[in-house]
Antibody, heavy 119, light 111 residues
Framework: QLQLQESGPGLVKPSETLSLSCSVS??????????WAWIRQPPGKGLEWLGSQSYGASTYYNPSLKSRLTISVDASKNEFFLSLTSVTAADTAIYYC???????????WGQGILVTVSS | QSALTQPDSVSGSPGQSITITCTGT?????????VSWYQQLPDKAPKLIIYDVTSRPSGVSVRFSGSKSGNTASLTISGLQAEDEADYYCSSYRSYKTLVIFGEGTKLTVL
């Protein structure tokens, strides 16, 4: 059974870069057919897909964040990453990592990590 | 990009059936059979309960079912139970710009 766990700072200052990691256990990312995704949820609000990357294949980003967002994978460490630059208070959210089995079928989720953007 | 349209809230009594709708366009819900539904209990991560419009992951109750007509997908919960009280989100693959789009979310209250 796949398990995912987010990690990273819970507080980021405005204009700085938000960096998160997602550790994957229960399967090897190099042999998996999944894409690896990030999704966020502002407090009290709905879900927003940020982007997905298949190992060794293309990365897809939400156009509203594309200029600030990078998703990368280190399959040798069974981890994938999110980097969001120039953050503002609007980026305050719970950030989830998830597996994308097929075109938006998110079947495994991490527990989520709350990131607050504040000085 | 705008989210898929869901009702803000629905409610029902134990044992009843309820339906939550999710309306998109021909470029997402209407154009592909890649609609998923998620249940989010308070302070928990979302859980996949329906994928590919009508399929249920292993372990998900048969009381949850999905369907689609035109640009609108629906989630029906039959035999409503208190434990079903949660937020429900739909999502769809989209063919342009945004790869995946979520619905606004619907709060289900079991009376």
């Amino acid at each position: 059974q796949l398990q995912l766990q987010e990690s990273g700072p819970g507080l980021v200052k405005p204009s700085e870069t938000l960096s998160l990691s997602c550790s994957v256990s229960g399967d090897s990312m190099t042999s998996s057919s999944y894409s690896w995704a990030w999704i966020r949820q502002p407090p009290g609000k709905g879900l927003e897909w940020l982007g997905s990357q298949s190992y060794g294949a293309s990365t897809y980003y939400n156009p509203s964040l594309k200029s600030r967002l990078t998703i990368s994978v280190d399959a040798s460490k069974n981890e994938f990453f999110l980097s969001l630059t120039s953050v503002t208070a609007a980026d305050t959210a719970i950030y989830y990592c998830a597996t994308d089995y097929n075109k938006g079928e998110f079947d495994h989720w991490g527990q989520g990590i709350l990131v607050t953007v504040s000085s | 990009q705008s989210a898929l349209t869901q009702p803000d809230s629905v409610s029902g009594s134990p044992g009843q059936s309820i339906t939550i709708t999710c309306t998109g366009t021909g470029s997402d819900v209407g154009g592909f059979n890649y609609v998923s539904w998620y249940q989010q209990l308070p302070d928990k991560a979302p859980k996949l309960i329906i994928y590919d419009v009508t399929s249920r992951p292993s372990g998900v109750s048969v009381r949850f079912s999905g369907s689609k007509s035109g640009n609108t997908a629906s989630l029906t919960i039959s035999g409503l139970q208190a434990e079903d009280e949660a937020d429900y989100y739909c999502s769809s693959y989209r063919s342009y710009k945004t790869l995946v789009i979520f619905g606004e979310g619907t709060k289900l209250t079991v009376l």
